[in-house]
């Protein structure tokens, strides 16, 4: 049963540290999204790529977060120096593209205290 | 700039009986994607159907089922026979064909299914 992986599930760290998030998408697929959800804002999009090339992160704070895939089975999110404001719930999905359906993962639950 | 609005924050309904969630959207667009996602305690963001905005006819997925209203940009979803297992948060989101993929969500609607 594919599905998107995500690591860590929960983590809570200190103010200052740096936290790092992992994601495998599907096997096959090419596009790949990296979303925030908080009761305030919502599910937010703070990047996105296909075959592997940033083509959107605009909803990314640039000073402190940072997007990338190493390959086709990686994505990785940074943030660093976390900040309280920065717990949140962040989602990897993927997808084939040309509407089709995007599949998440289980989220990683961020908490920085 | 797509956006999408679901008008309400919180609904309830009784263990076996219909319930219609709300959504609107606006974009300038005509060729789209509209989809309805379940997100339960568990946090699983899950697909529950998919529309095609070309597509005049309506998307079913056994109970669950959308009215789609292309010209007043409307896209409720409909659970029949609601089960326990249905609540949950209910997101709708719309993403552009061709152009940009990201998903565009709405604030949810948080459902109760009471027994």
């Known amino acids: 049963d594919a599905r998107v992986t995500q690591t860590p599930r929960d983590k809570v760290t200190e103010m200052g540290q740096e936290v790092t998030m992992r994601c495998q998408p599907i096997?096959?697929?090419?596009?790949v999204f990296w979303y925030r959800q908080t009761m305030m804002q919502g599910l937010e999009l703070l990047a996105y790529f296909r075959n592997r090339a940033p083509l959107d992160d605009s909803g990314m704070p640039k000073d402190r977060f940072s997007a990338e895939m190493p390959d086709a089975t990686l994505a990785t999110l940074k943030i660093q120096p976390s900040e309280p404001r920065d717990s949140a719930v962040y989602f990897c999905?993927?997808?084939?593209?040309?509407?089709?359906?995007?599949?998440f993962g289980e989220g990683s639950w961020l908490t920085v205290v | 700039a797509q956006t999408v609005t679901q008008s309400q924050p919180e609904m309830s309904v009784q263990e076996a009986e219909t319930v219609t969630l709300s959504c609107t959207y606006d974009t300038s667009e005509n060729n789209y994607y509209l989809f309805w996602y379940k997100q339960p305690p568990s946090r699983q963001m899950i697909l529950v159907i998919r529309?095609?905005?070309?597509?005049?006819q309506n998307a079913t997925e056994n109970r669950f089922s959308v009215n789609f209203q292309k010209a007043a940009k409307s896209f409720s979803l409909k659970i029949s026979d609601s089960q326990l297992g249905d609540t949950a948060m209910y997101f709708c989101?719309?993403?552009?064909?061709?152009?940009?993929?990201?998903?565009?969500f709405g604030k949810g609607t948080k459902l109760t299914v009471n027994p």
């Open positions: 989101a719309s993403h552009l064909r061709g152009g940009s993929e990201k998903l565009v």
């Open positions: 096997l096959g697929h090419n596009t």
């Open positions: 529309q095609e905005a070309y597509k005049q």
């Open positions: 999905a993927s997808g084939t593209g040309q509407g089709n359906t995007i599949y």
